[in-house]
């Protein structure tokens, strides 16, 4: 089986792309290599995907229309795809709110029209966000919610493409799932994340910046749950012409002050905090029901908070 996953450098895509190889999937793997965060990070990702036989990379813009046709006219065998390429990052999209409808919304697009004209495919699988639920106040966030009132470009973005990938459905028959992924964290992870950024500050002895309150939370996930999310759900393939959506989140709510505790308690050292206003594109809490997954996969998150940010700070003080 061929499989195509967009993003392949980033977080999400290297675990994915990593574990596909190692059942013996044929992975098309496409990637910008973009400079939103390290770039060294990145490729020393991708090293480790070129080391597989079955591992072929193009450096792409998937915005870019004549790319993106030339890949899948290359590649018309593909069956799955895995659409995890996005400009990420909510608090960005206040400086650049341009490269999110470039890359959100646009190559989105470029891969719906080039997606509809493969004769073997069988499931499209994209990545959405639980920003998507914006200014909704009832918690755990369930898909059913109304998700009409998004508070960053990041957000609305995110929005838009799932109401394309909707219309693409139900026009052309593509079979979709959207992924409404909750705070992804782990190793070999994203140096935006907050919790990334706290342990360097905690290593570094510089103050943490937190948002004021005791309400900041957050439904923390781990890499590895979301690998087998995504793969429970590559197996279970939803009728022609439906979009369906999930989310995909641990199940709870857990306090930011109780994340960075853990990473105090790993890394030896004491967090010097300063306290900030939280801004208006960030959301006080996170909590994702995970029921509608459970219901259709069997799939339930199996890493606490602290056994994983264990993972990450293992890995954390290798790389760093």
Not at 86 to 109: C, K, M, T, W
Request: aromatic content about 12%; overall charge neutral.
């Amino acid at each position: 089986m061929v499989i195509l996953v967009t993003g392949t450098a980033g977080f999400i895509g290297f675990h994915l792309t990593k574990k596909l190889l190692k059942q013996g999937y044929q992975v098309i793997g496409v990637d910008s290599i973009n400079d939103y965060y390290d770039t060294n990070l990145k490729q020393a990702r991708l090293n480790q995907l070129q080391k597989h036989a079955k591992f072929h990379f193009f450096k792409y813009d998937i915005a870019d229309q004549e790319a993106v046709r030339s890949l899948f006219k290359r590649f018309s065998d593909i069956e799955i795809i895995i659409h995890l390429a996005a400009q990420a990052g909510v608090r960005f999209s206040l400086e650049n709110p341009y490269a999110y409808i470039h890359v959100n919304i646009d190559g989105h697009l470029n891969i719906l029209e080039q997606a509809r004209c493969l004769s073997h495919l069988k499931h499209l699988i994209f990545a959405s966000s639980s920003s998507v639920y914006g200014l909704n106040q009832t918690l755990p966030f369930k898909e059913e919610d109304a998700v009409n009132m998004p508070s960053s470009v990041y957000a609305a973005s995110k929005r838009s493409a799932e109401l394309l990938s909707f219309t693409y459905s139900h026009i052309y028959g593509l079979r979709q799932t959207g992924l409404r992924l909750f705070t992804v964290y782990g190793p070999w992870g994203r140096p935006d994340m907050a919790y990334f950024k706290f342990a360097k500050a905690i290593m570094s002895g510089k103050p943490i910046e937190i948002y004021e309150g005791d309400g900041l939370a957050r439904d923390f996930t781990y890499i590895d749950d979301v690998i087998d999310a995504i793969l429970c759900i590559m197996k279970n393939i939803p009728d022609a012409g439906t979009s369906q959506t999930f989310n995909i989140g641990n199940n709870r709510s857990e306090s930011v002050r109780y994340l960075i505790q853990l990473l105090e308690e790993q890394l030896g050292k004491k967090a010097i905090l300063h306290f900030k206003p939280r801004p208006v594109t960030d959301l006080e809490k996170t909590w994702a029901s995970i029921d509608a997954i459970h219901a259709k996969t069997g799939w339930t998150p199996k890493t606490d908070l602290s056994e994983g940010i264990g993972a990450f700070v293992e890995w954390f003080k290798a790389y760093i």
